[in-house]
């Protein structure tokens, strides 16, 4: 009879290799981390191993059932923060996400960041209150996202560094006389969803690719500074109220090495639509290399009746989504391929739940309109 080896108090666990324990560390809060350090000598330094940090104040503390932000549970908090970021610098951080909008000494959260870029961190998501120097710190910052950034107290905000690529600005509330500098001569794309604010200096964008705009104008402020700023673009996406800004302006910026241009249009500006036909005219006509144009059957309405002939001219693809039947949307389709001399694709999407009957009708009307390009395809769905 073999005989049986009875096991007791068998550390398995502590066994396995650092890559599977610290793959089991991430599932933890950041507290029951460091807790774990007292298990053994095997676990003390586990946790300064851990590649992606993530400390969330105001959640962590309301998990452990506090009702209102004490300074002892606060500066106990900061104190776990300084201890896996600062008393053990030991290994690199791909990500490092701090959330706390509560009130912590600046100097701080400035030892917080600076421990971070120190440990090479890649990708840094911070949800706290300005800090003014932070964008200095970041030496080789390339992507840049600025969400619900208070600016009410901040006259001028400034976004100035020289490897920055993508910029994206959402929901900023800057205040009623807000002035912002972009300053970034490797922007590639440029993301800005937002109020418009008193005054912008847009400066060393040359290198700027890709830019989405839109843009709400309660205050009714005259945007010609900023679209000059971006006109070097070459793919420009325009909401409707962004698409009436530009129009506004006189007079109306050039953008001379724009290649493709997408409008949306939403049915709560609809009525002001027919007064954008002259604007738009203007617009499409001092485009000379614009290739690709997008945009859903409402701007289709706004177009003017017959299109410059110099886009046409030009002009490669085209694409209509929301594309219903009527009247209107069809006859301008049929003059696009009845005169787009150089155009190769017209896609058309149609609008929701149309059948697959009624869209079969649209391909049968458009297919036997004549059309001047020897080389197009149409596509409808």
Known sequence: MAKQVKMENVDRISGLHDSILIHILSFLSAKQVIRTSILSTR???????????????????????????????????????????ITHNMTNIDKFRLKCRTMIDPDRFHAWISAAVHRGVKHLDLNISPVKSLLSGCTSLEDLVIEKFLMSNISNFNISHPFLKRLTLLYTYQSDYGWITIDAPNLVYLEY??????????????????????????????????????????????????????????????????VKLKIHCSNDLRPYYDQWEKGLETLLSSLPELEKLEFNQEALISLPEKAPSSLLSKLKSI??????????????????????????????????????ERKSKISKVLSASPWESKHLCIFIF
């Open 43 to 85: 676990w003390r330094y586990l946790f300064a191993l851990l590649p992606n940090l993530h400390f969330d104040f105001e959640g962590d503390l309301w998990r452990r059932g506090y009702t209102s932000y004490r300074h002892i549970d606060i500066y106990s908090y900061a104190s776990l923060v300084d201890k896996m970021l």
């Open 193 to 258: 969803d937002d109020e418009l604010v008193a005054g912008y200096s847009l400066q060393n964008l040359q290198s700027l690719v890709k830019a989405d705009i839109d843009i709400s104008n309660s205050l009714q402020v005259d945007g010609s500074t900023f679209f000059r700023g971006i006109c070097n673009v070459r793919s420009l996406i325009l909401s409707d109220t962004s698409l009436e800004l530009l129009l506004s302006c006189a007079p109306l910026p050039v953008f001379p090495n724009l």
């Open 319 to 356: 694409k209509i989504s929301d594309f219903t039947d009527e009247r209107d949307c069809i006859g301008k389709a049929k003059y696009f391929l009845k005169n787009g001399r150089a155009l190769e694709k017209l896609t058309i999407r149609t609008a929701l739940r149309y059948s697959g």
